[in-house]
C-alpha cells in the first residue's frame, strides 16, 4: 500500500509541477486568422470517445465553419495535462475537470471556465454486488480501486462523509484506466465512468453464464447520490487572453458552435456514435452509443442553458477541494480560487445567438436511449 500511495501523490504532485510550468510561457498569441477562418486548437482531456462526442459533431456538421473557426481537437492521454497545454499556449481551449483545473491555478495556470458542458458527475465506484458495497461506509476493509491524479477526490470525501479515513479504513490500490482488477476480484471496489469504464464490465462475459454481465451483477456508489460530486467537463479559456478583444469573439462563436454540437448529439445520438467511431474511437460501436447516451445524461437536461456555470455546484466542488484530504492529508486546494476562475459572459453570449438560431438550449424534454451493449463494446 506504501508503494501505491507514494505513486499516488508522485502522480498527483507530478501534474500540479506541469501545471506550474504552465506560467513559462502565458500563450497570449492572438488567435491566427486567414482568408476571414481563424484557426482554433482544442485540446481534450483523453483519447478520441463520445465523451468528446459534441465537439467532433461541431466539426462534422460544419457548426464550427459556418462561425468562421478551423477547428483542429488535439486529441488527450495518459501523459497530457489539458490545462497546462492551454496555459502554455498549445492550444486556444482545453477540456478539464474542475478540480484538477483549480489545481493547476493555484500553481500558476492563468485559465479561466467559460462552459461548464457537463452539469454531472460521471464517476462510479463500482463493485460485484456478492461484496455487499452498498454505501461508502460499506468500503471499511476494503481493497478499494482509485486512478489518481486528481480523480480520487470524490471517493474521498464520500469516505470522509461517511466518517472512514482514506489512510486507515481502507486499502488503496492504484488501478489501471480499465476493469481487469476488478474482474479478476484484485480489488473489491473499481472507478468507473458511467459512461466508459462501467459498460466494459456490462461488455464483458460473465464465466458462471457464458453471458454478458447484467447491471443486477453489480453494486454503483454514484456521487452525485451520495452528495460528494464535483464538476468535470468543462471548457477553458486563456485568461491572459480573454483581455484581447478577438480571442472573446473566438470564445463566444467557439461556444455556440460546440453548443449546436451538443444540441445534435442529444438530437441524434447513432450519427454521433458514427462521427466518434469514424475519428478513430478504441472502442467500438456499441461502446460508442452507450457512452454518448451516458455524456447526454450528463448534459441534458440544463435548465439554465448548457454550458452556464451553476454557482451552488461551483462553490460544492470548491469546498471539497478545500476540506476533503486524501491518505496523506493533502487537499485538491489550499485556498480559495483567486482571479477570474469562471465566468458565464461569454457562455450566454453564445447562447443568445444560438436560441436566435431555434436550437433548444435547455434539453428539457430530453429522454434517454436504452443501449443494447455487445461484446467487447463492438
Avoid at 460521471?122 to 468500503?139: E, H, K, W
Amino acid at each position: 500500500m506504501r508503494t501505491n500511495t507514494r505513486r499516488l501523490v508522485a502522480g498527483l504532485l507530478m501534474c500540479a509541477v506541469l501545471a506550474g510550468c504552465g506560467t513559462a510561457d502565458n500563450g497570449t498569441a492572438a488567435p491566427t486568422t486567414s482568408g476571414g477562418v481563424t484557426k482554433v486548437r482544442l485540446q481534450l482531456q483523453w483519447f478520441v470517445q463520445a465523451q468528446f462526442a459534441g465537439y467532433i459533431a461541431a466539426v462534422d456538421r460544419g457548426f464550427y465553419t459556418e462561425e468562421g473557426l478551423d477547428v483542429e481537437i488535439l486529441e488527450g492521454g495518459v501523459d497530457i495535462v489539458p490545462q497546462t497545454v492551454l496555459a502554455q499556449g498549445n492550444a486556444d481551449f482545453a477540456v478539464a475537470w474542475v478540480p484538477k483545473a483549480l489545481a493547476s491555478r493555484e500553481q500558476g495556470a492563468g485559465i479561466t471556465n467559460i462552459g461548464q458542458i457537463f452539469q454531472r458527475s460521471g464517476t462510479y465506484q463500482v463493485s460485484f454486488a456478492d461484496r455487499n458495497i452498498r454505501t461508502p461506509a460499506d468500503l471499511k476493509g476494503k481493497k478499494v480501486g482509485n486512478w489518481g491524479f486528481g480523480n480520487e477526490f470524490e471517493l474521498f470525501a464520500g469516505m470522509t462523509k461517511a466518517g472512514l479515513d482514506p489512510g486507515r479504513d481502507v486499502t488503496l490500490v492504484q488501478q489501471q484506466f480499465d476493469m481487469q482488477a476488478l474482474l479478476r476480484g484484485d480489488i473489491d471496489a473499481a472507478q468507473a465512468m458511467s459512461y466508459n469504464e462501467y459498460a466494459q464490465l456490462l461488455e464483458a462475459k460473465d464465466p458462471a453464464t457464458g453471458q454478458l454481465y447484467q447491471p443486477s451483477a453489480f453494486t454503483v456508489l454514484d456521487w452525485n447520490v451520495v452528495g460528494t460530486a464535483m464538476l468535470q467537463d468543462a471548457l477553458w479559456a486563456n485568461t491572459a487572453r480573454l483581455e484581447d478583444a478577438s480571442y472573446q469573439d473566438v470564445a463566444v462563436r467557439f461556444l455556440s458552435a460546440t453548443i449546436k454540437g451538443w444540441a445534435y448529439c442529444r438530437d441524434n445520438p447513432e450519427q454521433c456514435r458514427d462521427m466518434v467511431v469514424a475519428k478513430g474511437a478504441k472502442l467500438g460501436a456499441s461502446h460508442q452509443l452507450w457512452q454518448t447516451n451516458e455524456v447526454n445524461k450528463l448534459v441534458w437536461p440544463a435548465p439554465n442553458g448548457i454550458g452556464v456555470i451553476d454557482e451552488a455546484a461551483w462553490n460544492a466542488t470548491v469546498d471539497l477541494s478545500l476540506t476533503t484530504r486524501n491518505q496523506d492529508g493533502q487537499t485538491v486546494l489550499t485556498k480559495q480560487p483567486e482571479g477570474l476562475a469562471y465566468t458565464n459572459d461569454y457562455v450566454r453570449r453564445a447562447l443568445d445567438a444560438v436560441r436566435a438560431d431555434g436550437v433548444d438550449v435547455t434539453g428539457a424534454g430530453f429522454q434517454p436511449l436504452t443501449v443494447t451493449l455487445q461484446e467487447g463494446g463492438s
